[in-house]
């Protein structure tokens, strides 16, 4: 599922089948639990086999195992078999999701419960969808993620690249170090003195996909802004500029 572009700016849900309404949550309703909670709520959802294991002091033990066997790992199972994780996961659904969500060691899955009718059990997440679940959630939350289904993948060759790769990409990510210019109080603040609409007092209602939206779209702004001063003095002798950049869409590059 790809939910178009309309319904990612957009602050209504966007229906998930069999699971209700997914959020792209406000600054407000962030701001209430506290960003570093959120932040916590996200890793989870991204959360792989590997960094599973390194989360819980256990990468020697990974590494140690062969790749068949490691192939074999899911995050659903891994989550949770994890007590304070699954916990952590089902407070991270009941922020995310329209239905009220519990997990049943039961029913090995994470049961949903309409608001309106608490003891109406209105479906279930399990390890099938999970993937595409956080996949949704992520993207209204603005984050984007290359999803390598590695036990999809046959030969043990093409395996053991893949996840040579993916080793590489972790550990130049570890090396790195944050961007404080990126960081989310910068950007509000940014953003709320860029806009013509947008300040410190009503930036809180608009979604945290619509933040980050709207924090590149002035960002693509000012630099056609610069490029078109450039222009209007220069020339385009080599055809470089384009005037209908100011409307490109950002839903690819996202």
């Not at 849900?13 to 959120?38: N, Q």
């Not at 029913?107 to 479906?123: E, I, R, T, V």
């Not at 595409?132 to 984050?143: F, K, P, V």
């Not at 090396?175 to 013509?196: F, H, L, P, R, Y």
Request: hydrophobic residues 35%; glycine residues 6%.
């Amino acid at each position: 599922m790809k939910p178009d572009y309309f319904d990612l700016l957009s602050p209504e849900p966007i229906y998930f089948e069999s699971v209700g309404g997914i959020k792209s949550p406000t600054l407000k309703e962030i701001r209430a639990i506290g960003y570093h909670t959120y932040q916590m709520y996200l890793t989870v959802l991204l959360l792989r086999p590997e960094s599973y294991f390194d989360m819980t002091g256990q990468p020697e033990y990974f590494n140690s195992l062969s790749t068949d066997i490691k192939s074999k790992f899911n995050s659903f199972d891994l989550i949770t078999g994890n007590k304070d994780m699954c916990s952590i996961t089902e407070h991270a659904l009941n922020f995310f999701l329209e239905s009220d969500v519990s997990y049943s060691s039961t029913q090995k899955g994470f049961l949903l419960y309409d608001k309106n009718s608490p003891d109406l059990l209105a479906g279930i997440i399990h390890k099938d969808v999970w993937p595409q679940l956080c996949d949704i959630i992520l993207q209204r939350n603005y984050i984007r993620q290359s999803v390598e289904q590695t036990s999809e993948i046959k030969s043990k060759r093409a395996l053991a690249i893949m996840q040579k790769l993916k080793k590489g990409r972790e550990n130049h990510s570890k090396k790195g170090t944050s961007d404080k210019n990126m960081e989310i109080g910068n950007i509000i603040s940014a953003v709320a003195g860029k806009s013509n609409s947008l300040n410190l007092i009503n930036i809180w209602d608009i979604t945290i996909y619509q933040l980050w939206d709207s924090f590149y779209r002035i960002y693509n702004h000012n630099i056609l802004d610069i490029q078109s001063i450039s222009v209007a003095v220069w020339g385009d002798k080599d055809n470089h500029f384009d005037a209908a950049g100011w409307f490109k869409s950002l839903n690819n590059e996202t």
